[in-house]
């Protein structure tokens, strides 16, 4: 064990962390340290052995095992240091310091400490240069929708499920009922057919799906999986294993129209009615969450409200396309790099975002324009003809077919453009049929 | 419109955008013309997918004396639909022993379809 | 199997008891259907420790509520039992209900109830800011407490097994036995004959049922649905005690609290059913907890919800608890109605059933005081409690220690294999015994994983592994065998 001074330390060797490692070491931190809580490398994304991963990134179609085996090899060669079996339990911060007291941004203060603890290791308490949070993102359970019924066994989130077929190789159920239509539901209804399983059907409270076209597509109708919009799960029978559901369709406010339950035969439930940032040690670091994302309020330097204090990826907003998580790992490594070494000015620019028409949710919140950053952005209702993404005062504008709350858009921020304004005071961002 | 041609609708799963697309094909299941597509693959698409469905197949095999007791596997390539069930068995009778290293082929030409089916990572 | 005593049922009650005869040098046997403990009324209830000025005076509630009360601030220590002295207040919105708790306030100081007040809404205001505006009066009872109801049940068996007595879980009784007198010669269950002078029936919802084998039908329970509401612990401090609607003849109506961990919990009905094991939610019962909640807490965080649950109170048509010991058969006592405040009133209970069987079953059982008795027992460890030093010291003696299983809770590896060393089975006696799988994810991260340990300590294949016992299964077989045998 080496007591050595670690400059950047990431939490969470999925994607984004491995890219963040990446990020680090290119920009020339000499220790940088990523966390994993489990035995293996790459978090979700090993569970995920259905293709359809990193074609942006690699223009081939990969499983998530072998997207992250490209990137874990990228990162061992340049350098980054796994602890795997480390869990981070505790983060301690001092409180943000004022630029008045000079050493704070540039280096040498050290404003966080990272308690983490490992089998071997035992408990251990880091205090690193700088830190990026890339826990990711959980399912929402159960609880979250507070159907009524019973508590059997047999009802688990897609993701759970996922782990328990695709890594332990063993079958939750015999027959089963899916709630919600995230892409993972989708990817474990087809993974259920193919060993063996039943899918009743696929239920979808709301008017549109909530995962890729593309996945009902290759996942439901290739199978003949009904799919149920505005159709939802009213109640749970069985005592110790689930003995069905009842299904009845809802009304525009989302409540179940009497006369149209239907009691449905099934073992299995399964959930995929969304996923949450997971900021447990966002919190408990003192990091200011924002109320719609449930992820850190960061600017497009990926900096959270202390500026010791980076994240990437879904613990900052929940993205569709891996791709885009490691992105956004690698700005975040970057810039965590540069300020554990002091070269992050501390007067950057704080130029706020604002969500204007049909904009649910976006990150990044705040822009500094030291570079071209991309603003992600999901819609409140679907538009199903041509529409507009634009950046207000004339930041950007891009023609759309459709806009989906299911896929996320983006507005791409030129940093010439922000430097040329100084009296930019916020960017609006809106998403309207043409 | 001349009465033998027919027109099919799928949704383009080559990439995460999910194109709806349109096709018309002749009695002789010859595409005359795509539309609906953003890009190049979308056509490619669509002109498979009315001759020869094909799908990535990709599930797991039984490892002894790995770090799982299974790995992931895919096709290499995409095989044919309608084979996707017998592919399965076939991946199911397997049993390999670990270690297994990304990409190395497990079965050869699996079910005559021509494609191989590899393992999708390292298992120790 | 040849017992002194036996005690049907393994709840607050049959376990209180059963410790209490601990004390003696008794033969005990305790049975209980359920595979995990608490499983009926003691799993899914307020966790209140009750003040006891609820109670007319004269009733047997109000007479073991108080003492109760007072046992379980002592036990807390004894037992290593989470106990939040929180304090309660009751709600009065209008003139009439802040009449009545003059009412309460005079059977409060009838029952012997320490420090009970009568505040203004705004002075209630300033201890609960969440608190209604519309209040303008509370009862406040200094001396009610919060428990951590899943903590107190086990200790309290753990405690009697520490003494001597065995508990035998996934035990159904079935039936009495009885002698050629026709006095009690023991129980049936479906693992066999267990051989006793006195049977204890602590049964719960079930009681009624079995009184009825020893020909008692002079009681009825009366199945009592509560519906419930539990929140992230996010929600800690939201409110700090425990909040109650005034009170009607339905029952104490719904309340707000924060459990002994510091979740907002809200609830419960009073909804009679026949069915004594249907313990489903219903939309009924959930929508009349979030407007009971929302009247004395208006903004009730009702988002923040991870959780629905029921429990299955037993009622009787008297309202009061029915404690007797039969004169014919000999040997059966009756320890039933147990619903509220059961819980509070549980350590007393079983004091008055020790001298009850001193009493008047002298000529069929002997207490002769156990030299040996150890009153205390050990909690297992609380990571999330611990101070740092504690947690490394931990650590390092135990690398279990250093692992998390829950996240939520932050539970490791250590307190589930403590847990199964303890005598945890399934994946909810894990969750009673550490509380993982209790958080805002329900288990859906650290499921899996108990499963894992479960079945690596206990050397059973996955698919083994339940739930909650009988046929709740949560894997049904191997992938590839599962796809080649179909």
Known sequence: ???????????????????????????????????????????????????????????????????????????????????????????????????????????????????????????????????????????????????????????????????????????????????????????????????????????????WPGGLRRNIAQCLDDYGIPFHLQTTVTKIHGQDRLEGVTVAKVDEKMK?????????????????????????????????????????????????????????????????LVDNVSDEGLIAGTNAAKFAAGKLSPEQKRIPVKGGQNVRLFSPQFVTGESDTIIYMRVTHPIEQACKVTAEPGLYTQKLRYARPGEMNEARIKASMIKANPDLKEIVIDVLPL | MSENLIEKKFICVSCPLGCGLTVVINDKQEVLSVTGNSCPRGAAYAKTEVKDPRRVFASTVRVKGGRLPVCPIRSKTPAPKNKLKEIAKAVAALNVKAPVKIGQVLIHNVCGTDVDIVASRDLS | MNYDV???GSGVTGSAIARELSRYKLKIAVLDKASELPSGASRANSSMIHGGFDDEPGTVKSKFCVAGNKLWHKLKDELDVHLDECGSYVCAFNDKEAKHLEELLAQGKANGVPGVEIISGDKLREKEPKASVEIIAGLYAPEAAIINNFEAVNALIESAKINGAELFLETLVTGLLFDDEKNIRGVSTNKGEFLAPVVINAGGVHAGEIASWAGDTSFKIIPTKGEYFLLDRTTQGFIHSFLFSCPSKAGKGVTVLQTAEGNLMAGPTATEQEDPEDRSTTPEGLAEVLKGARRLVPDFPINLN????????????????????????????????????????????AEHIAGLLKEELADRIKLTPNEKFIPTRKNIPRFLYLNMEERQELAKNDPAYAQIVCRCETVTEGQVLEAIRRGARTVTAVKMMTRAGTGRCQGGFCCPRVVEILSRELNIPLDEITRHGGESKLLVGKTKEFLLNK
């Open chain 3, 306 to 349: 991870i959780t629905t649950f029921a429990g299955v109170r037993a009622n009787t048509e008297s309202g009061d608890f029915e404690i007797s010991v039969l004169k014919n058969p000999r040997g059966f006592v009756n320890v039933a109605g147990i619903k509220s405040p059961g819980f509070t009133s549980a350590p007393a209970i």
């Open chain 1, 1 to 207: 064990m080496t007591n050595k001074k670690i400059d950047v330390l990431i939490i969470g060797a999925g994607p984004a962390g491995v890219a963040a490692g990446i990020g680090a070491k290119k920009q020339g931190a000499e220790n940088v340290v990523v966390l994993e809580r489990d035995w293996d490398l790459g978090g979700i994304l090993q569970q995920c052995i259905h293709p359809g991963f990193g074609l942006r990134t690699f223009r081939e179609e990969l499983t998530g095992p072998e997207y992250m085996h490209r990137f874990i090899q990228e990162a061992h060669e340049a350098g980054v240091e796994f602890r795997t079996n480390t869990m981070v339990f505790q983060i301690e911060t001092q409180p943000p310091l004022s630029k008045g007291r000079g050493t704070a941004y540039g280096g040498g203060v050290v404003p966080v400490k990272v308690w983490t603890m490992n089998k071997e290791r035992g408990i251990e308490c880091l205090e690193p240069g700088a830190i990026v949070l890339t826990m990711g993102c959980r399912e929402r359970p159960l609880g979250a929708i507070r159907i009524p019924g019973s508590r059997p066994a047999g009802i688990y989130t897609a993701g759970t499920a996922q782990r328990f077929v695709n890594m332990e190789g063993y079958m939750p159920g015999k027959k089963a009922v899916i709630l919600g239509s995230g892409d993972i539901g989708l990817i474990m209804a087809r993974r259920m057919i193919w060993e063996g399983a039943e899918v009743e059907g696929v239920y979808e409270v709301m008017s």
């Open chain 1, 256 to 320: 179940p129209i009497e006369g149209t339950e239907r009691f449905v035969e099934c073992d299995t439930l399964l959930l995929a009615i969304g996923l949450i940032p997971e900021n447990e040690l966002s919190r408990m670091a003192g990091i200011e969450i924002h109320p719609v994302t449930g992820g850190p309020v960061v600017n497009d330097l990926l900096q959270t409200s202390n500026p010791a204090v980076f994240a990437a990826g879904n613990v900052v907003i929940v993205y569709d």
């Open chain 3, 6 to 8: 036996i005690i049907i």
